[in-house]
């Protein structure tokens, strides 16, 4: 690897980190094949979300700076979740507005951070993937990528590179899967019906294989596909792109 | 209008339940949304005329003292009067004097939500009068006793079928055999009772959408006429509106008036868009001999000044609930009082207190579609995210939640701890799933494992098999 190549702080997501490693591992590809070199920070934990959204300011504003300490001396940062991308593009300047030190170091690491679909084709000039999966699939449109961070085209235009894949729009890719954090655990009967919803519109894709870009949203969905004893599986786009789609789909039994 | 909104979690598990409601909201689902996208897409400058819409009212939420006092002077000018209210009780006192004075005995509205968060319709009653919706919608839920669900449609969460079983309890004339089975002639029908009405009313009530700093004009938009026929026919006229109505100029409120109802409905205009300016002058054919304005502030001028004030430019279009996925799920009458939806998670809170209504605000996926839509760019997301930092403040929030982010705060911030105290739960939760690769139940996540399956780990953590994969990298390189 030459040394002109962007250092790439991989942001890996608690959820990626925990339930889904394999999600890492395909964005770890992904962006060396960008030509990026890909580090992983040990000291990054959780980019301070579930604290931010339930109005806990002051342990969001702990677990903020821990981040943008952790990420500071790379080139660039990359999340493969449009949520966290945007909890540390979007959100941590907002956080430090009083405190003008942090203020500018949440700005500069805003500046470099991005969602890793949008990172690949938007910054990378990415246009194709070598990969092949013989499949039907639909695309759910998760809120935060698309609208904090205008992801939208970028995932599409890579899956269309795929060999032997077939996108299926479903009704309504833009609207919400009713997961939302912390909201599917305080509200579980109104996240149930709004995820009930995007099943149905999942189901008469006619697709087998659900992706999307941000493991949440797919846990939700693949959860509730799963319950309700669906055939549809489910995946984070970023294995498909990397051509790993050997190991088992989310939630579903191992070989 | 009396709260309900600490019931919010029960009163939504019911709406859920309710098989007409859901049909119902299929319906706003479908139609609203469509609407509004090809009426948009057929105006290129629609982007652009949104954000010429916030900032009027930006502006004129800067200067609202001086735009207030300017509409007054024009109006008084006009030969109308303004009556300064405080709070709901003032306004249902001054709006109770006006109709004591003008010896009324009937008394017609057009729809009018600050009518509704003052419960005028009940104060009057109690006055003895007779108080008569005149909007399609109001009519049929003031026949059923009900509050509104919506605040553009305030029967959406009807049925027809519903609707045609209330006339033919209520209205006693009907014969059985009438047909009444379209839209249409459900509207004949509240038509041919109404239109007595107006011509009995002593006083017309109506809202505004807009009130004209420039020439003292209030304007209300409908899309049958009944707020024409109200304010026209009554000899007193009164305008019951709160205070961040105002805009500037005639030219504002038409700027404005192009995204309301491209937003609200889906047309590129109301089919009736009416100015009053005053009573009627010595020239003028017909019109209302007393012009009254309320002027209702009821928390809002504390608003001013602090992060919700933003939410003043709301011109009350219900994009946002239109556009919700929580609002369809569970409809307006869960949110438990007169503003439902997004804006009402706001408003709601800043008009009546976060005690009482602190579920509103987290109700929310902040999927942050509401803010995209909303004509005037009010981010709805964010100011709900205020709300909800007051109550974390406030000591409101749940205690299981707190002790949640604390005990998530205290490995989360020791990321040693954290990535063993990590591995240790994948391997665990691994265990549990066996080879099934899901669990159907999970300790402390019932809320979750109600519905879903939780997917399992895959055993061991990223940041372990990376640290193993670097390992292998260094050996092979």
């Known amino acids: ?255 | 209008m009396e709260s309900q909104s600490h019931d919010f979690k029960n009163r939504s598990s019911g709406a859920i339940k309710d098989e007409q409601l859901q049909r119902a909201l299929g319906n706003v689902r479908k139609g609203f949304i469509k609407k509004r996208a090809d009426v948009a897409a057929k105006l290129p400058e629609f982007e652009a005329l949104r954000d010429a819409a916030r900032d009027i009212k930006n502006h004129t939420l800067e200067h609202l003292d001086l735009y207030l006092e300017r509409y007054e002077a024009k109006v008084t000018e006009s030969g109308g009067k303004v009556h300064w209210c405080a709070s709901a009780a003032d306004a249902r006192a001054a709006i109770s004097s006006i109709c004591a004075a003008a010896g009324a005995k009937t008394v017609t509205k057009g729809k009018s939500m600050i009518s509704e968060e003052i419960a005028l319709n009940d104060h009057l009653e109690k006055d003895g009068l007779t108080v008569v919706e005149t909007d399609l919608g109001e009519y049929i839920i003031q026949l059923r006793k009900e509050p509104p669900s919506h605040i553009i449609a305030p029967a959406v969460h009807l049925s027809r079928d519903q609707v045609e079983a209330d006339f033919r309890r209520v209205h006693r004339e009907l014969p059985e055999d009438r047909n009444l089975t379209e839209p249409e002639s459900l509207v004949a029908e509240a038509r041919s009772i109404l239109r007595q009405k107006y011509l009995d009313a002593n006083v017309g009530i109506t809202g505004a959408n807009f009130l004209i700093a420039e020439t003292g004009s209030s304007i209300i938009v409908t899309n049958e006429g009944n707020g024409d026929l109200t304010q026209s026919l009554p000899k007193v006229h009164i305008v019951i509106a709160s205070l961040e109505k105002v805009v500037p100029t005639l030219e504002d409120a038409t700027a404005i008036l192009r995204v309301l109802a491209r937003s609200a409905t889906g047309q590129e205009f109301t089919s009736y868009t009416t100015f009053s300016t005053g009573p009627k002058r010595a020239e003028d054919l017909d019109g209302p001999e007393e012009y009254h304005v309320i002027l209702l502030d009821n928390g809002r001028s504390k608003m001013l000044g602090t992060e919700f004030q933003e939410m003043l430019r709301c011109i009350r279009c219900g994009a946002c609930m239109n556009h919700c996925p929580v609002y369809h799920s569970v409809g307006g009458h869960s949110y438990g009082w007169v503003y439902p939806g997004p804006m009402g998670a706001v408003l709601t809170p800043s008009l009546i207190g976060v005690e009482e209504s602190g579920h509103l605000p987290n109700a929310s996926t902040f999927c942050g579609r509401c803010e995209s839509v909303c004509p005037m760019r009010i981010p709805l997301p964010k100011m709900m995210r205020h709300w909800r930092e007051r109550e974390f403040e406030k000591h409101l929030s749940p205690a299981t939640v707190r002790q949640g982010l604390s005990f998530w705060r205290f490995f989360a911030t020791r990321p040693a701890l954290y990535q063993f105290a990590t591995g240790m739960a994948a391997r665990v939760l691994r265990a549990m799933a066996g080879s099934k690769g899901r669990l159907s139940r999970l300790p402390l996540a019932g809320g979750w494992t109600k519905y879903r399956d939780f997917p399992a780990p895959e055993g061991k953590t990223f940041q372990q098999l990376w640290a193993e994969e670097q390992k292998k990298r260094r050996k092979a390189a």
């Open chain 1, 1 to 255: 690897m030459s040394q002109d190549q962007p250092r790439v702080g991989l942001f890996v997501t608690c959820l990626i980190d925990m339930l889904r490693p394999s999600v890492a591992f395909a964005s770890v590809k992904l962006l060396e094949d960008a030509g990026c070199r890909v580090e992983v920070p040990r000291s990054q934990t959780c980019c301070g979300q579930p604290a931010y959204n339930s109005g806990d300011r002051k342990d969001t504003e702990a677990l903020a700076r821990q981040t943008i300490e952790a990420f500071e001396g790379y080139d660039y940062v990359v999340a493969p979740s449009g949520s966290c991308g945007a909890m540390i593009k979007d959100h941590y300047p907002t956080l430090f507005a009083g405190d003008p030190e942090w203020r500018a170091r949440a700005e500069a690491l805003a500046g470099r951070t991005f969602e890793l679909i949008s990172f690949l084709v938007d910054q990378r000039g990415m246009t194709s993937v070598e990969a092949k999966l013989a499949a039907k699939v639909t695309y759910h449109d998760s809120c935060s990528g698309l609208r904090e961070l205008g992801v939208k085209a970028q995932p599409r235009r890579l899956l269309a590179s795929v060999e032997g894949l077939e996108l299926t729009e479903m009704n309504e890719p833009e609207v919400c899967c009713g997961f939302g954090g912390t909201f599917c655990v305080k509200y579980p009967d109104i996240s149930n019906e709004i995820v009930g919803k995007k099943a149905g519109d999942i189901e008469a894709s006619g697709a087998e294989l659900l992706l999307a870009g941000d493991l949440g949203c797919l846990m939700n969905m693949a959860g509730k596909l799963k319950r309700s004893g669906s055939k549809v599986e489910a995946r984070h786009v970023a294995e498909v792109l990397a051509g790993m789609t050997d190991t088992p789909a989310i939630g579903e039994e191992r070989k």
